[in-house]
């Protein structure tokens, strides 16, 4: 018996539970634990079945993480599971909460699995860019047949226990786990039910082996938005051996496949990327234990498409929000932008046919500010000027009650001084979302100078209650996200000026892996835009403010940096607009030279990652590995680079601080300057990494 893994007797059923919390991750003590256990089981002549269960609020979600990249501990989880499922006598996994990863495979080395309803079951190995390494990708085909595994094991989402149930993966739902999985074992003595051995049971490949259209394509469906990745391919592969290979070869196969892939980088970039998500839930300088306001209601003022869209996420949520507009007309049309939404997502399959309704129904869509009064959290999402802010904060403060945080979603406005209109700053703080609201994960809490430690941490934890991945940020132009895109944005302009094109800059960066280059992303928020922000200061920018003269501002006109044809966004490259980039340099005196793609990529990346580091400097983010949160779920940073600034330390900073002084001085530049923190981590030969221990337990 060790500490994490007991063994009880209820007369003939042998109870083995494994309590290893938070999760019950299958550290080398489980391990150790469960084969124990089972041994023991197996030898003791008074048990006739054995369940396995898990105390705490799931059963084994998973390998231990943090063992990955270290020497491994024995017993190796394979070795357990053959013992298992060679026991002489059954073995019931009784699954509550979520059977993830490792955790799920070894209920598959079991002869039956029940689960209580809300569990979930699910192999989602390559979301860290592995696949599962302890049979899964060999006894989930042959529990549910190949197609629903490949989506499993290729996709990483788990599934409910009505589907597991409705698919074979279970035998039952039932009640309390340890409760239910016993009632069954004894069941299964009772009726003499003969040991179901996933490794010997093939009747559910014999229809793709007949035809293998039903393997392929269930692949090509879940490989389509896998651009750049290697796990998903290598877990497509692995689901084929089970298909063509006798069981023991396909494990031996799928452990290969496994080794190679916990040694790359791309998974050691998602491990990383997993820990600091949830390392940027730790709010800096907060005290232990802070506890979050209670928050029953949501109030959100503006049914624009910000405030739709968070209205959107919270009733994704379950959450009722009451949504404020300034008259009957405004939130008609904000109301009818989400039900048609909905509509279209359920139409494609995304929710249930009768989840439009439902979630309307939690909308509660009124007129006039005073509708605030009862809500514990108040999200501002109007018009984005610092007076109608203002005015609005002033009136929340009227009317909202006490102790309610007041959130504003400002992409970049200063939240001191939207603060200063209150008589309550120790409640005021940025809730900043991302467009479009109910898609985006990113959450930037913005910490304004006065804000309560409580509110933050009230902040924080609404936004992972919805779903969303929260960063908290200091005030500052742009925050952390939008600050970092400047400077990139302001060295995709120069580059069009020493001779580059929109979409040979737009193919450099999507290359890299992001989901859209500089202009066409301009193209799809509108160039108009930004023409007129700098029109207000003053500023000129010959060739975007050109484009917008001739009325090209991007996708809603159908020409900006790129053509677009009616009905589609790809972007066309134009050669009106070479020729206009032509004119316009023409008429600076100035002459395009060639510009190599490895130039474009240091000039759109090393820019962002020097800001990086004055927003470290300046505790703007509290870890490097906040910021690369920031830009996986805010902006879509390729998930297998970890992020600009883990990236930044792959790539060398001593490299980086060398090329930016380069770019400085080649295009008088004193911008591109490295960044004094940046100068420090090279001068004592360490990278961002070595700023906060979190990025230790990433590693
Ligand atoms: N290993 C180590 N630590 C883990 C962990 C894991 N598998 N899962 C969670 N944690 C920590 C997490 O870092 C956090 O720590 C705390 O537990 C609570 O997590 C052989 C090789 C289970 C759905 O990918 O999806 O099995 O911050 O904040 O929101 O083939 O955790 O408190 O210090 O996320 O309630 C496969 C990963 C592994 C599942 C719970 N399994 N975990 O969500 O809590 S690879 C996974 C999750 C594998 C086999 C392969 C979620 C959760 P701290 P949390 P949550």
Redesign the pocket.
């Known amino acids: 018996m060790s500490e994490v893994v007991k063994l009880e007797r209820q007369d003939v059923i042998a109870i083995i539970t494994v309590n290893n919390p938070?999760?019950n991750?299958l550290s080398a003590a489980v391990r150790g634990g469960i084969l124990e256990c089972v041994n023991s089981a197996i030898a003791d002549p008074e048990v006739k079945a054995i369940v396995l269960t898990c105390a705490g609020r799931?059963f084994i979600?998973?390998?231990?993480?943090?063992e990955f990249g270290k020497p491994p501990k024995p017993p190796g989880?394979n070795e357990v599971l053959a013992v298992m499922e060679n026991s002489p006598k059954p073995i019931v996994a009784a699954i509550h909460g979520?059977s993830?990863?490792?955790g799920l495979?070894v209920a598959l080395a079991c002869h039956f699995r029940v689960a209580t309803k809300e569990a979930k079951l699910g192999l989602?190995?390559v979301?860290?860019g592995?696949l599962?390494?302890?049979g899964?990708t060999q006894r989930l085909p042959r529990a549910v047949g190949p197609e629903l595994a490949v989506k499993m094991i290729v996709g990483g989402d788990p599934i409910s226990a009505a589907e597991a149930l409705k698919n074979g993966l279970i035998e039952e739902i039932v009640e309390g786990p340890a409760i239910g999985g016993e009632a069954f074992a004894r069941k299964v003595l009772a009726e003499k039910r003969p040991l179901r051995k996933l490794r010997d049971d093939n009747s559910k490949l014999a229809a793709a082996k007949a035809d293998r259209s039903i393997f392929t394509n269930a692949v090509a469906a879940m490989t389509k938005r896998a651009r750049g990745l290697e796990a998903p391919f290598a877990a497509a592969d692995a689901v084929g051996y089970a298909i063509d290979l006798p069981f023991d070869e396909g494990l031996k196969k799928e452990r290969e496949a496994f080794l190679k892939l916990v040694a790359s980088d791309q998974s050691k970039a998602q491990r990383y990327a997993f820990?600091a998500e949830?390392e940027a839930a730790k709010i800096a300088g907060v005290p232990e234990g802070t506890k979050p306001r209670n928050v029953e209601r949501v109030a959100i003022i503006g049914a624009g498409t910000m405030g739709g869209g968070i209205a959107m996420s919270f009733a994704n949520a379950g959450i009722p929000v009451t949504l404020i507009e300034t008259g009957e007309e405004q939130l008609k049309r904000g109301m009818g932008v989400m039900q048609k939404n909905w509509e279209a997502t359920a139409a494609r399959g995304g929710i249930p046919a009768d989840a439009p309704a439902k979630r309307m129904a939690l909308i509660n869509g009124v007129v006039g500010l005073d509708n605030v009064k009862d809500a514990d959290l108040v999200i501002e999402a109007v018009f984005e000027t610092m007076a109608v802010k203002k005015e609005v904060f002033g009136q929340l403060d009227k009317f909202a009650k006490p102790g309610a945080v007041l959130a504003s979603n400002t992409s970049y406005l200063n939240i001191d001084e939207i603060a200063k209109e209150t008589k309550r700053p120790q409640d005021v703080l940025g809730m900043h979302f991302f467009s479009p609201a109910n898609v985006m994960k990113l959450c930037e809490i913005v910490r304004a100078a006065k804000t309560a430690p409580d509110a933050l941490v009230t902040a924080v934890s609404i936004a992972r209650k919805i779903a969303k991945v929260p960063a908290v940020v200091g005030v500052c132009d742009g925050f952390v996200g939008n600050r970092m895109l400047a400077q990139r944005g302001k060295q995709a302009e120069k580059l069009l000026f020493e001779g580059a094109l929109p979409q040979q800059v737009d193919a450099v960066v999507t290359k890299f892996g992001m989901p859209m280059g500089p202009f066409a992303m301009g193209d799809l928020a509108g160039l108009d835009i930004g023409w007129r922000s700098r029109k207000d200061r003053g500023i000129k920018s010959e060739i975007a403010d050109a484009l917008c003269e001739a009325g090209r501002f991007g996708q809603k006109t159908g020409k900006g940096y790129y053509k677009y044809e009616a009905g589609s966004r790809a972007p066309l490259p134009d050669p009106d607009v070479e020729k206009l980039i032509d004119e316009t340099l023409t008429r600076l005196g100035r002459k395009r030279r060639a510009v190599s793609d490895e130039e474009i990529l240091e000039r759109m990346m090393y820019p962002m990652i020097n800001e990086g580091a004055k927003i470290l400097e300046e505790s703007i983010a509290a870890r490097p590995s906040d910021i690369d949160v920031v830009w996986l779920y805010g902006y879509g940073w390729p998930i297998y680079r970890g992020g600009p600034m883990y990236w930044a330390d792959q790539v060398g900073l001593k490299h980086i601080a060398d090329r930016l002084a380069f770019y400085a001085k080649e295009t008088n530049d004193p911008s591109l300057e490295p960044a004094p923190l940046l100068k420090r981590l090279v001068a004592e030969g360490k990278g961002f990494a070595s700023l906060t221990a979190s990025s230790s337990k990433a590693a």
């Open positions: 938070p999760v991750a799931t979600a998973g390998a231990d993480i943090t989880l979520t993830l990863g490792g495979e989602p190995e979301k860290l592995l599962p390494g302890a899964g820990f949830r």
